[in-house]
């Protein structure tokens, strides 16, 4: 997501600092950046679209004057890539700046009212609406930090803020709701961040903003306040003493690991998706004759596994297409009244786009599923919905997979509303089930993890491996084998588990592995007996099952645990967890490199 950063210095001119902190940040991946400071009661902007260092050989980012400033790069969601859409934000009289991390869900409504009194709004972003009701609220007469706390209760989303005005030009009033935000105390300013890393060369002493805080830095002290209630908060100063590489992980040795652990955020952020966008997407694949789900590697499984879910909420027969062999397979049958939903984290992966410019020129109507705003296929497809998971810098998909699984099968509901073929409470259930996730994958890695890590030990020698699911679960089957494969270097097949008696089960001989998932749905007495004829050969049987099936942890040799009560259509998503995990620490044990696995490229652009 965004990053951010902000200082205060004692002496000097803080643009330099500013330049060099969102430098620090590049590593997260962005696509405008931007600067503010204040400098004799008057505020200086500077900002565009493009690499830090494009921008700044047209803008010079370290020559704005003031010791106060605040520094953004910015990863689009709401508005694409654009000087007008980049931060800082102001409000209409240019007198508050306002750097934003997250997703504010109300902004359109906030945005309508805010309007009918007057107010001129400059770009499509959801975070403008933060400066225009902090301009509202100071017309009361409030003091800045007391007009921040007031316009930050209204909002509904994710938020990591950092604002700086003219009427108090000595601070910097920021606030936090789920997004991260840091403050650092240094010898010669103080400063406020998205990640440690932005400051970590000027100062390793970090005060942790938690959620629900607002906190004011003015020249070097800092106050922390709680938002609902503007009750003081004390909090010291904590010594920080990781290098910087490990501070870019946040303290995780791998970029894999951080991102596996960020997918609740990344969850939450799915369900923060605009009703409209997600309208726009059911409209067109409820009219189309045929619907096509185009996509390469990890998108292809999210897109297989949506198959399912479509099918069996919305009625929807729908054709999953790995999309290098999209045009050979399905080409000549693509016309007018087909529709290709392309999935694509990057938005930019060869084969995919290929596939979408051949059914483009067929007239077909191109929709998108991407985690990149202003890339090209956010261009060419007709509507589009961003998967808002954020920068993923592992070259292994983790929380791309679950995010995008999430949107699809928020699709699919929104889908199988308008066509009424599932009852309101079938679909009022499989809501509720959704909004839960996050906090259920949040579980299965607080409480797995250990577990899984001891299973990479036992098993790190292992020359192959096996992953079977029936139904849904053999997208979450094909899923796993693949990043098994890709970043540990291991050998490994993936079948629907019904398919494996049809060759595959000839390999198996004593001690071989087998990964089964088994959540207990429709699949369960046929998986069983899949169990039963590996075992009968001598497996070794892993099970990924739910929480008190006692009967299946009796028969396999070692099992993980997922909470209990899950609808089948989202059970890719907590199952898939513990796999990345073991993947993970496969990896690991085998001495490779999670975030680099050779031969490949996160995003691929040749076919
Ligand atoms: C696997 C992986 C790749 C990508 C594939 C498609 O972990 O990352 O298989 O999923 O290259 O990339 P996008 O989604 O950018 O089109």
């Not at 596994?305 to 693509?334: C, D, R």
Request: some cysteine; charged content about 25%.
């Amino acid at each position: 997501m965004c990053g951010i950063f902000g200082c205060i210095l004692k002496n000097g001119v803080a643009a330099p600092i500013v330049h060099a902190a969102l430098k620090r940040l590049e590593y997260r991946g962005y696509d405008s950046v931007g600067e503010a400071a204040i400098y004799k009661n008057k505020l200086f902007i500077k900002k565009d679209q493009g690499k830090i260092d494009d921008v700044h050989a047209v803008h010079n980012l370290a020559n704005i004057p003031g010791r106060i400033a605040l520094g953004h790069t910015r990863w689009a969601t709401h508005g694409a890539p654009s000087q007008v859409n980049a931060h800082p934000h102001m409000d209409c009289h240019k007198q508050i700046a306002v750097v934003h991390n997250g997703i504010i869900e109300n902004f359109a409504e906030i945005q309508r009212e805010l309007e009918e009194l007057g107010h001129v709004f400059r770009s499509k972003t959801d975070t403008e609406v933060i400066p225009h009701l902090i301009e509202e609220e100071l017309k009361d007469g409030l003091p800045l930090s007391e007009a921040v706390r007031e316009a930050v209760k209204r909002l509904e989303g994710s938020y990591a803020v950092a604002i700086i005005s003219v009427r108090e030009p000595n601070k910097i009033v920021c606030a936090r709701k789920e997004s991260p935000l840091v403050a650092g105390v240094g010898e010669h300013g103080i400063y406020c961040a998205s990640d440690i890393p932005a400051f970590l060369p000027l100062t390793n002493k970090a005060v942790i903003i938690e959620d629900g805080e607002i906190v004011v830095l003015a020249d070097d002290r800092y106050e922390i306040r709680r938002i609902s209630d503007g009750n003081p908060v004390l909090r010291e100063p904590e010594v920080i003493d990781w290098t910087p590489e490990m501070a870019e992980k946040q303290g995780y040795p791998h970029f894999m690991l951080k991102e596996i652990h960020e997918q609740p955020l990344c969850l939450r952020n799915t369900l923060r998706l605009q009703e409209q966008y997600l309208d726009l997407m059911a409209t067109f694949l409820e009219r189309a004759t045929e619907v096509y789900f185009v996509a390469a590697g990890t998108s292809y499984h999210a897109c297989l596994a949506a198959s399912y879910m479509f099918s069996k909420v919305a009625l929807l027969a729908t054709h999953p297409v790995i999309a290098s062999e999209f045009i050979e397979q399905h080409g000549k049958a693509v016309n007018i009244d087909s529709t290709i939903l392309a999935v694509s984290q990057s938005g930019e992966t060869a084969d995919t786009l290929a596939a979408v410019e051949w059914a483009r020129q067929r007239a077909a109507t191109i929709l998108g599923l991407t985690n990149v705003v202003g890339s090209t296929l956010t261009r060419v497809a007709r509507a589009y919905v961003c998967q808002q998971s954020g920068p993923e810098i592992g070259v292994a998909a983790t929380k791309t997979f679950t995010s995008q699984l999430s949107v699809l099968s928020q699709l699919a509901l929104n889908v199988a509303k308008r066509r009424g073929k599932i009852s309101h409470t079938q679909i009022e259930d499989l809501e509720e089930k959704l909004q839960q996730i996050p906090d259920i994958v949040a579980t299965i890695l607080e409480t797995q993890e250990a577990k899984i890590r001891q299973l990479a030990e036992k098993y790190k020698d292992k020359q192959c491996f096996f992953f079977l699911g029936r139904g849904i679960s053999s997208a979450t089957a094909l899923e796993s084998r693949l990043k098994l494969l890709e970043i540990a270097y291991v050998p490994s097949i993936a079948y629907p588990a019904g398919e494996s008696k049809h060759g595959p089960i000839s390999l198996i001989e004593p001690g071989f592995p087998v990964v089964f998932i088994c959540p207990k749905d429709e699949t369960r007495k046929t998986i069983m007996g899949n169990i039963m004829e590996m075992k009968a050969r001598g497996a070794s049987i892993i099970a990924i099952l739910e929480e008190g099936d006692e009967e299946t942890k009796k028969i396999v040799d070692d099992y993980i645990e997922i909470p209990t009560g899950f609808p089948e259509v989202l059970s890719p998503i907590p199952y898939v967890i513990p796999l990345q995990l073991f993947a993970y620490y496969m990896s690991v044990e085998r001495n490779c490199d999670p975030d680099m696995p050779r031969n490949l490229a996160k995003s691929v652009t040749v076919k």
